[in-house]
């Protein structure tokens, strides 16, 4: 993050690319490659995201953006006829601006606990489906959507995983799980949910470019190969196939491949979640309340209306919630920019 | 292009962006900026090409790829009952995987010439829809898509455009004009037809940054601003939102930006027309037959299919169309990173 | 209904036609006329129903069931980027099978009191998409949908419809009734809300014969005509445009020609409502109590569990909702063909 | 047909239902059944096709009118990425107004002969796909549709179906006849293909009753069971799935019941190509010319265009074709109420 008398945590999309992405973008530029993926790069991008994932048959395909990503995959795994489930505060659900139902799918919502659904209300909205008399006349859910982290920031436990994938295998559903910024949960010190576990619980999950250090782009990890048939035709129907292809493989394989510090998606995570756990302890400190206890990179101070216009002058942040009492939620986000300086800045500006 | 022992002209795709373009991404890099497209980027951009095409009250939006924005345009222009008249070569009606259908519309074909529809057909398809009895169970026309250049490679002229636009006014069609290889066809010495005739003319038109010296992108122009309502929500609903817009701005900021050696997208389109035009001449002085009269940065020779094999060994080409009698036609297209020597190798290859 | 030792009334569409309108099939069977609803009964029946509603300037169009109906209206009035509006026990929101989503539009669910929704609802819900600045990422409602009378029964005053429409006039929204039962409604008492009301209020509204009369069918009132250019075409796209379109002109000939005992849709209104009242006074007379507080032709008597099964060999009902505590909830509806013994016999059942 | 002063065959739905399905009508409507096609007259109906299919594993369902069934059946069967194939003159093709489109299919049209496609045809339209090095870009066949007679009123050998099944199984490519006018083309004495073979060749067809004795509706045999997974939820969410489903169970059980004089869709076949052979011998006779040698009930005399004006104050007519040279085609259709008288007018009419 550049100096700047004003500090701009108000989302993790701020600035374009990690220096090293865009660094192997710019080495990269002059080869001439295949289009529509089918180079070199997706294919080591390809597999060193199996090898992370521990999952050798895996299909990975990458796709340009979050919305995209989702309304691609429930097009592709769902039946016409088949609904999604999700937690109501869930990304599919609210802001997506009907991506989900322009491919005919209806959006099942559960309410959501701290972002979050569960075991449970997977297996009773199941449950419901089954033993309803006139179910032919309803939406028949066909799949689990989840995001790890949440919108909220929080994160799924493992147990809680195992349990809503078991729901799912026990009623023929599909599970997705959502991970625009799963390298924000990854390094969460929280988190017991590894790649493999995603892999090994998921029928497809993405790992998300966009929000933790690519200039665009998530890597869906589709852990039974070959499940989506005819993936290339099916995503340029759905305007969602990149003629040079190779600019998410060159990014990808620049965020998964090996160095002497370790793999840059990891790094890129720590690095936000130092920021944002250094920002947590510090507004704790000056005693302002957090909304939600979110572990990740997001977070949520709780300010009085009256101070949202002065603090805009010194912090960039998100209006997240008015809570109707005089007070709001705002939301602040680290990422791979965000630097020590830039929580004191923000924590002085909330002071 | 790298020096290369085989050289590769089989598409106008396969390096990254022109240096200057990619020199700005760096640049611009650590900006904060918001996203969605609502940045000074995007805005500077869209300013440029308002005033490339004399046209201060277009709406200029931005997409991710040709397919994408295809699909894009035509839904929101058409009701959901329309379709779109095209040539059977057209992008749309061959090369799309179905996306069109996938936004519910019908693309009408009619028999091309050298990749091109004329204003009699259109006007033949008009009248018929209007004077058939059983219309109101047809597709009804609403749109006249044609791509500048064609698939083909081939012009349309000033002449022919006012053609065929005045034969959708006359009808109520909207004209739209995919322009993937726009710059290719603006830079061609025979070429008639500039911005400023397509916003006059055209009720939306792109101008192709993917092939044409950009990572990916391409810049759509609404003559009549406000033409497509709720913009952001439309393309959001698609899946055709970028997050960090301003990559897109970033980079049509550099293509028009004027400069001492003037504005890229010419520059980009003439070096590819240089070498085009060295390609074909050296290819007829080598006894060598044209399949398509191409004025423009595809070449399409012929070959005998016995050539195909070992010439696969010394350039990179594009398989166009068997011919059948033992003959095929290849494409070889040339771009912002062709230079003399890539033409010379290829030619010797040819010879 | 003809004598039968169990009675049945576990819907509003157990029998065929009502004998009436069945005899003016029959009548007009040989008559030989054009296709797809050009023909004089489809005409006449437009007439009579623009007069029974007090609007002549209305358009009146006939399509063969509800969902059929609900799904082509909502397409027809909706931009595709835009949602509907409806209680969360709407037909459209539980049991159309996604029929809705089919078209791409979103069901934006409010909670329902008695089965309705109200103006305060219909504003937060209008205030909440113009106030959200990320409003351009959720779906916009263009509608507002809702059941006269409900899918409980219960019924909209004339001032709740009076402020449901003028919230959605301030905020530019198409109001549209699904009237399945609407001659249960009309006949009721209660009622103070008439056709041309709803032809005064609603963009769009149906008059329900499939459950009234009819053997199957709807009327489709949508009072500014012309609202929906090519109707004809667009219900063939839907799947939704009847050959023989005469049937459907026949039978609301029928329906709303007057005789000597009045407008044969209002008789029937007046059967079902008689048998309907006696049947909650003796119900409740009996110590039974009802559900909901419906003035409609649904009743929903409460029943222990253990009373299900051997009741269902004396009485045909729907189980409706499962209370949770050892109670349900069943449904009874009576129709054109329910007789005062019906009634008898089914107090008997449930004393 | 009533006694009329000018006959009337434009069209072979211009009546109502055929008396022995009205009568069948009138007998059933007072009877209580359940609704959606659960109730015993849709039962003895699909058990009745089943058994003159021969075929006792089909699933029979009912759907209310033509471009419904073709739309429904088309999604059902195709995957949403695929295309099906049709003679361009096919009804799919040209009179659906978009409703293969809506549901995001697209129709790869091959040029037809006599209204009919041919083996070699599907041969090199799937070949052409598998052999396409784009073929991910292009939309991928993956159903034949053809009408059985034909729009053109021609029909298929057993010879030239198996032909076209054969290179079907050789591509995995569902096929599905559309019957509209099946039984005019059981009737005909040159026809070789009875249901059996339909059942045995064929992934679905429809035995249309709309135009062949039934107030409307039409019965889809899928004679593999199962092959629709929830075909009553895909049925409501396309609006194809009718309240009172007996309605259609009652008119097939109708046509299908064996009785004195045989059963009753044989014998409105038979009628109809008794008037119809009569017609042509009667223009043969007196020197009109046949445009297409049709065997069914649809004739197709040529006449001038001066002819037109005058003749359709005595004969009701379609107009097919203008030819360009000051000679029309039109079109004339028997059906169940034709009868000699009616031939005789208009051989008269057109002498």
């Known amino acids: 993050m ?20 865009l660094q192997h973008l710019v080495c990269t530029n002059e080869e001439q490659t295949s289009g529509y993926g089918t180079d070199a790069h997706c294919e080591r ?19 340009m953006g979050g919305t995209q990503t989702n309304a691609f995959i429930i097009d592709a795994f769902l039946a016409p006829y088949q609904g999604v489930i999700a937690a109501d505060t869930g990304h599919i659900a609210t802001h997506e601006a009907g991506a989900i139902e322009f491919g005919g799918h209806k959006v099942l919502t559960v309410p959501a606990h701290a972002g ?7 297996e009773a909205c199941a449950n419901g489906w089954e033993q309803d008399g006139t179910r032919e006349h309803t939406v028949m859910p066909g799949m689990v959507y989840l ?8 994160l799924y436990s493992l147990a809680e995983l195992e349990a809503i994938a078991k729901a799912c ?34 029928d497809a999950f993405y790992i998300g470019g966009t929000k933790c250090g690519a200039l665009f782009g998530e890597a869906v990890v589709i852990p039974q190969g070959g499940a989506i048939p005819h993936l290339v035709a099916q995503k340029k129907q759905h305007g969602a196939l990149l003629a040079k292809g190779r600019l998410l493989g060159v990014q990808f394989e620049s965020l998964f491949e090996g160095g002497d510090e370790g793999v840059l998606y990891r790094r890129i995570g720590e690095n936000a979640l130092r ?10 400190a000056r ?34 919630e008015r809570l109707g ?4 939620v705002i939301r602040l986000a680290t990422g791979w920019a965000t630097c020590s300086a830039d929580v004191e800045a923000a924590l002085e500006a909330l002071a």
Chains 1, 2, 3, 4 share one sequence.
Request: glycine share 8%.
């Open 2 to 21: 550049v100096a700047n008398a004003r500090v701009d945590l108000s989302s993790d999309y701020l600035e374009g690319a990690h220096p090293e992405v």
């Open 147 to 154: 995001s790890q982290p949440t919108e909220y920031g929080t």
């Open 325 to 328: 009492d005089g007070r709001a």
């Open 169 to 202: 295998d026990a009623h023929g559903l599909k599970l997705y799980v959502d991970g625009a910024r799963l390298a924000y949960g990854l390094a969460c010190s929280t988190n017991d949910v590894g790649l493999a576990d995603l892999a090994r619980l998921t």
């Open 45 to 63: 991008a390809q597999e060193l995201i199996r090898r992370a994932c521990d999952c050798p048959e895996a299909d990975v395909t990458f796709l």
């Open 287 to 320: 005693g302002r309340q957090l909304h939600v206890p979110s572990p990740t990179n997001q977070v949520f101070p709780i300010a009085d209306e009256s101070e949202l216009a002065p603090l805009a002058e010194r912090l960039g942040y998100s209006l997240w």
């Open 116 to 122: 979050k659904l569960n075991a449970e209300q997977v």
């Open 275 to 284: 920021a944002a756990d250094a920002l947590r302890e510090g507004l704790v």
